[in-house]
């Protein structure tokens, strides 16, 4: 599956073919296709584990109460925009949303939800900080969220292409200072 990840983020997920996973890790095709029917299952497998992994960590973040909302809020945002090493278009799942087709709706709903639960999760963070007087109680919590996350995506495409590694970091930053 590291292997297969790795392809797909680098290559893409359309024109990595099974025979250059299985040449690539250097494993059997029996092997892997006793574990997984098709490379769209495989696939399936790697985005879940993906989600799974950030979910823990967000999980994780939003659990650290003795942080304020802000300071929590920052870490997942930090979390987001770290950029995957060789991937397409700057985050992991829009390059492999982007690369895969409309027949591959359970891959392409599976990372829209996880979009839509950052979503939630910000929106519950929001209503916090507002609640603790961190944020102006004017704040459309639900728009403000949804911003955030599309901030995070659109500012990693656009650093990926202009190879800034400033942009994001600065974007977020303002980001940051218009929620006060």
């Known amino acids: 599956m590291r292997i297969a990840t790795a392809l797909f983020l680098e290559k893409g997920y359309q024109v990595t073919s099974m025979d250059e996973i299985v040449a ?12 997984f029917k098709s490379k769209e299952e495989l ?7 993906m989600i799974g992994h950030y979910n823990q960590i967000i999980d994780e973040i939003v659990l650290k ?11 997942f945002t930090v979390l987001l925009s770290e950029r995957q090493p060789n991937c397409l278009g700057g985050c992991p799942f829009l390059t492999i949303y982007v ?20 979503i939630i999760t910000l929106e519950n963070l929001l209503q916090e900080g507002i609640a ?11 728009q403000i969220a949804a911003l ?3 901030t995070i995506e659109g500012g990693l495409f656009l650093q990926h292409t202009i190879e800034d590694s400033t942009l994001l970091p600065n974007i977020l930053q303002a ?3 218009m929620l006060k």
């Open 24 to 35: 690539e890790s250097k494993v059997s095709k029996t092997n892997i296709y006793y574990h």
């Open 43 to 49: 696939l399936t497998a790697i985005v879940n584990q």
């Open 65 to 75: 109460t003795h942080l304020s909302v802000t300071e929590r809020i920052g870490e």
């Open 99 to 118: 690369q895969t087709s409309h027949e591959s709706d359970s891959v392409r709903e599976v990372i829209g939800r996880f979009f839509q639960n950052q």
């Open 132 to 142: 603790k007087k961190e944020f102006n109680a004017h704040l459309p919590v639900s």
């Open 148 to 150: 955030i996350v599309s």
């Open 175 to 177: 980001l940051a200072f």
